[in-house]
């Protein structure tokens, strides 16, 4: 097995992000940078120099493509969109509650339901693994020759995460478990595939390296 290093970071923060946090309702361009999302893109890119990155690989929702952008006015870096990159679908109800998510968000009744389940509009938990799982597996015939970073969203990183812990037995009921690991906006998660011997055993696959670094913020 070829060691491979994977970089992600999670979006800067958006319209929707500030509006959530105050109680704000969102507003109709919710999906854009924050100016403060832009100062932290931009800080993170000088976070990443010397890193050798070579290639950013964007969600195509627009917090992630201004995300990659205000990166590499920094890195110089080409921006390629991974189309399976973005964050987890939520059903219509979520986004017609003006705010009050409640009992519409995925996180809510997804852990109960059966893995193929979904609220109309939302993604299973089988639609999102099998997003997750393509996009590893096409990084992993590139990661080889190319230091990648992945820019993404807070679902995607933790269903990565349970995945890489879990392996197959990953399922809906870890779900509450893995949110109580935080991921701030732009924060650093580095992931490495590689085989190690520990305590006269073998673990092999993808290991976690590092969660939600945020020395640039």
């Keep these: 097995m070829v060691d491979l290093t994977l970089h992600f970071v999670r979006h800067g923060e958006s319209l929707a992000n500030a509006a959530d946090r105050s109680g704000r309702p969102r507003p109709a361009e919710w999906d854009a940078l924050s100016e403060r999302g832009w100062e932290q893109a931009r800080g993170l890119g000088r976070r990443l120099q010397g890193e050798g990155l070579e290639l950013i690989v964007a969600s195509r929702m627009r917090r992630a493509q201004e995300t990659a952008q205000g990166i590499t006015e920094v890195l110089g870096l080409p921006i390629e969109t991974e189309p399976d990159l973005h ?20 996180l809510n009744w997804m852990p109960d339901a059966p893995r193929d389940f979904a609220q109309p509009g939302a993604e299973s938990f089988d639609e999102i693994l099998g997003r997750v799982v393509a996009v590893r597996d096409r990084l992993e015939a590139r990661a080889a020759d190319e230091r990648i970073l992945l820019v993404s969203h807070y679902g995607f990183l933790h269903f990565f995460l349970g995945l890489a812990l879990f392996g197959d037995a990953f399922g809906p009921e870890h779900l509450i478990p893995l949110w109580y690991a935080g991921h701030a906006n732009t924060g650093i998660t580095v992931f490495e595939r590689r085989n190690r011997r520990m305590d006269g055993m073998d673990f092999e696959g993808w290991h976690l390296l590092t969660w939600n670094d945020r020395a640039h913020l």
């Design 87 to 106: 964050e987890l679908s939520q059903s219509d109800a979520f986004y017609e509650s003006g705010g009050n998510f409640g009992e519409t968000a995925s």
